[in-house]
């Protein structure tokens, strides 16, 4: 059982002026490199991120991507699969015991090569699982606000909607964070910049898109996230690091739509033009290999709310909802880490004790990860009576 690193070296601490904690600081080696958290960021509210370069002996400073963990009383840190690193925060209130920082993922060597600088990513470690969101896309027109409404309407406590973002001003009676997260245009084009949005579109002048974070804050209070989005915003979704269930809703025929369109009797004949257009444009895109998961023909409205609920295993569940009950979840201060395989044991008991109390903390469901959460930890509690050994 290998301990995790120790709290960083008096050395290693030279070429730093600020007065820092000793233990708040952990150091963990990657390769040539060692990573120091601790101490704390720019903003004195986060926890700090310093990489040592071991082979030139150069400090850098990484810029640090994702929801970003508070200081707290200390922390371990355990290096898992060379590519992130597990922080243990202690002292912590249930829900913010666990992060990660991610050093060499995916989305941190796409996030590299488009800044041309050192990136690193913090992403939120939560217990239990939650139910995939759902990307709902479909030509105008062809029913998918009225399928969303039926699933809305029958399963009020499973599903919600994300709040999107936009750089348009609040218009009377719009609240923030209710109707839109109103922001500033700058803001917004460096979150979309640090791979912080699924999707976003310039409309009239403005930017509207669809964050990451709000569609994790849907996740995170037990619903499954509906997004409702064109083909565009579909594929930006598939090429993320969210993991999704993508429905496209078509209609029987062209023909079929058209005539729904005019039905309507809300729009001028130029709109209604523009609008079949698109439609056309939607569906060539709609059957593009490895895009949607499943394809839904709106032929007869009730027999495809049938066929979607069959989709998302509704059918006889009632909807329940995908929260995993309260866990508590109590990390002293005094505590060490360490691993085997893909668990993490946490032995919360002083040294020297004969019966200690250790948690087992199962990394091998893990999924989702930064900008977002990574989700899919489980953990069980484990009696060391000294004489016995982990399997």
Same mark, same amino acid.
């Not at 949005?197 to 990451?212: D, K, M, R």
């Not at 369109?261 to 079949?276: D, S």
């Not at 490895?290 to 009730?302: A, R």
């Not at 893990?366 to 509690?381: I, Y």
């Given at each position: $059982?290998?301990?995790?690193?120790?709290?960083?070296?008096?050395?290693?601490?030279?070429?730093?002026?600020?007065?820092?904690?000793? &233990?708040?600081?952990?150091?963990?080696?990657?390769?040539?490199?060692?990573?120091?958290?601790?101490?704390?960021?720019?903003?004195? #509210?986060?926890?700090?991120?310093?990489?040592?370069?071991?082979?030139?002996?150069?400090?850098?400073?990484?810029?640090? #991507?994702?929801?970003?963990?508070?200081?707290?009383?200390?922390?371990?840190?355990?290096?898992?699969?060379?590519?992130?690193?597990?922080?243990?925060?202690?002292?912590?209130?249930?829900?913010?015991?666990?992060? =990660?920082?991610?050093? /060499?993922?995916?989305?941190?060597?796409?996030?590299?090569?488009?800044?041309? @600088?050192?990136?690193?990513?913090?992403?939120?470690?939560?217990?239990?699982?939650?139910? &995939?969101?759902?990307?709902?896309?479909?030509?105008?027109?062809?029913?998918?606000? @009225?399928?969303?409404?039926?699933?809305?309407?029958?399963?009020?406590?499973?599903?919600?909607?994300?709040?999107?973002?936009?750089?348009?001003?609040?218009?009377?009676?719009?609240?923030?964070?209710?109707?839109?997260?109103?922001?500033?245009?700058?803001? $917004?084009?460096?979150?979309?910049?640090?791979?912080?949005?699924?999707?976003?579109?310039?409309?009239?002048?403005?930017?509207?898109?669809?964050?990451?974070?709000?569609?994790?804050?849907?996740?995170?209070?037990?619903?499954?996230?509906?997004?409702?989005? /064109?083909?565009?915003?579909?594929?930006?979704?598939?090429?993320?690091?969210?993991?999704?269930?993508?429905?496209?809703?078509?209609?029987?025929?062209?023909?079929?739509?058209?005539?729904?369109?005019?039905?309507?009797?809300?729009?001028?004949?130029?709109?209604?033009? &523009?609008? #079949?257009?698109?439609?056309?444009?939607?569906?060539?895109?709609?059957?593009?290999?490895?895009? =949607?998961?499943?394809?839904?023909?709106?032929? /007869?409205?009730?027999?495809?709310?049938?066929?979607?609920?069959?989709?998302?295993?509704?059918?006889?569940?009632?909807?329940?909802?995908?929260?995993?009950?309260?866990?508590?979840? /109590?990390?002293?201060?005094?505590?060490?880490?360490?691993?085997?395989?893909?668990?993490? $044991?946490?032995?919360?008991?002083?040294?020297? !004790?004969?019966?200690?109390?250790?948690?087992?903390?199962?990394?091998?469901?893990?999924?989702?990860?930064?900008?977002?959460?990574?989700?899919?930890? &489980?953990?069980?509690?484990?009696?060391?009576?000294?004489? !016995?050994?982990?399997?």
């Amino acid at each position: $059982m290998g301990e995790a690193p120790a709290f960083i070296a008096d050395d290693l601490l030279g070429d730093f002026d600020e007065e820092i904690d000793m &233990k708040c600081l952990t150091a963990v080696n990657v390769g040539n490199r060692t990573y120091v958290i601790g101490g704390t960021d720019e903003s004195k #509210l986060t926890i700090g991120v310093r990489i040592l370069d071991k082979s030139t002996g150069e400090w850098v400073i990484p810029t640090v #991507l994702g929801t970003r963990p508070k200081p707290s009383k200390g922390h371990s840190a355990i290096l898992l699969n060379e590519d992130r690193i597990l922080t243990i925060k202690e002292d912590s209130a249930d829900g913010d015991c666990f992060w =990660f920082l991610e050093v /060499d993922t995916p989305f941190i060597r796409e996030q590299r090569k488009k800044s041309g @600088t050192e990136v690193v990513a913090w992403s939120k470690g939560v217990l239990g699982d939650a139910g &995939k969101p759902i990307v709902i896309s479909g030509p105008s027109g062809v029913g998918k606000g @009225t399928l969303i409404a039926k699933l809305m309407k029958e399963f009020p406590s499973t599903f919600g909607f994300s709040v999107s973002h936009t750089t348009r001003a609040p218009r009377e009676k719009e609240q923030n964070a209710v109707h839109y997260h109103f922001t500033q245009r700058s803001f $917004m084009e460096e979150d979309i910049k640090n791979g912080k949005f699924l999707e976003f579109a310039s409309v009239h002048g403005n930017l509207y898109g669809t964050s990451i974070e709000a569609v994790e804050v849907v996740s995170d209070a037990g619903k499954r996230c509906i997004l409702d989005i /064109d083909v565009q915003g579909a594929r930006s979704v598939r090429a993320s690091t969210l993991e999704a269930i993508f429905i496209f809703v078509c209609p029987p025929s062209f023909e079929e739509l058209e005539k729904r369109l005019r039905a309507r009797g809300t729009e001028t004949e130029e709109q209604i033009q &523009k609008r #079949l257009r698109n439609a056309k444009a939607e569906l060539e895109q709609g059957n593009s290999p490895g895009l =949607f998961d499943h394809i839904l023909v709106n032929d /007869d409205l009730e027999n495809c709310y049938a066929h979607l609920k069959e989709l998302l295993d509704l059918n006889g569940s009632g909807g329940v909802s995908s929260k995993s009950p309260p866990i508590s979840v /109590d990390i002293p201060l005094d505590h060490s880490v360490s691993k085997i395989e893909q668990k993490i $044991m946490i032995d919360c008991g002083a040294k020297g !004790q004969v019966s200690r109390n250790v948690l087992v903390l199962d990394l091998s469901a893990l999924r989702g990860g930064a900008p977002g959460r990574t989700r899919g930890l &489980k953990f069980h509690s484990w009696k060391n009576s000294g004489d !016995q050994q982990l399997s």
